[in-house]
């Protein structure tokens, strides 16, 4: 298979797969034009259209399935071989997509990444910081840093450490309301939030007479 041909079903496979070029260019690590050219070139090398595009989503046509559905094995396949020889000889290369929170990651990932990437050159890092879920899977990363265990996803899990979080009120607050020195003091004073503010993630269980109360 010639690279061209080899780079331009690549391209093809991965925007089946997102349902978007932008997506696709951004996983190959490409401008959407040098995609949207790549698929230009596939469809005039088998002489059919392949795709249907909309403002919404990118989806194959009957021939693109069937192109994407045996394209895919035999991709796959390549990649399987090549990967091989480059293990064989040691080699760590291509795209890494790692997505942590802000907070940590701008302190703690940055000098992790650099000192990677300074060991293994071949590797490129997308380092992605910011405080909202993922879903792995679908949004293509490799690695996540997340607080807690992720729910409902068929994921290896490792814990890496742990997060201290510390308990702070203003001036105001405490001469209001006096020296909070236990949790079930602190389960007797109101509390307004919003729900934008007020995420499980932010949440703490009290218990006060067998009822539950929440709090930030």
């Known amino acids: 298979m010639a690279v061209g041909l080899a780079a331009a079903l690549r391209a093809f496979i991965r925007t089946v797969e997102r349902g978007s070029i932008t997506g696709a260019a951004r996983d190959l690590g490409l401008s ?5 050219k ?6 005039a090398h088998v002489g059919a259209r392949l795709l249907e595009r909309s403002t919404k989503i ?10 994407y559905e ?5 991709l796959a396949t390549i ?16 795209l890494l997509r790692v997505h942590a929170p802000s907070c940590i990651g701008a302190k703690h990932l940055h000098p992790i990444v650099a000192a990677f990437q300074k060991r293994h050159r071949g590797v490129t890092v997308d380092l992605f910081l910011e405080d909202r879920g993922v879903d792995i899977v679908y949004d293509n990363f490799d690695v996540a840093l997340k607080y807690g265990k992720p729910d409902g996803q068929d994921l290896i899990v490792r814990r890496v450490g742990h997060v201290r979080r510390i308990l702070v009120a203003s001036p ?12 079930s003091r602190l389960a ?29």
């Open 32 to 36: 959407q034009p040098a995609v949207t």
């Open 58 to 67: 990118v989806r194959p046509t009957p021939l693109g399935q069937s192109l």
């Open 38 to 43: 790549q698929l230009k070139n596939l469809e």
């Open 188 to 216: 007797e004073i109101p509390l307004v939030t919003t729900a934008a503010v007020f995420t499980p993630r932010d949440a703490l269980c009290l218990t006060r007479g067998g009822t539950d109360t929440m709090g930030t």
């Open 172 to 183: 105001a607050f405490l001469k209001k309301h006096g020296d909070v020195r236990s949790l």
């Open 70 to 74: 045996q394209g895919r094995s035999g």
């Open 79 to 94: 990649d399987a071989a090549v990967e091989g020889v480059k293990r064989d000889m040691g080699s760590v290369q291509g």
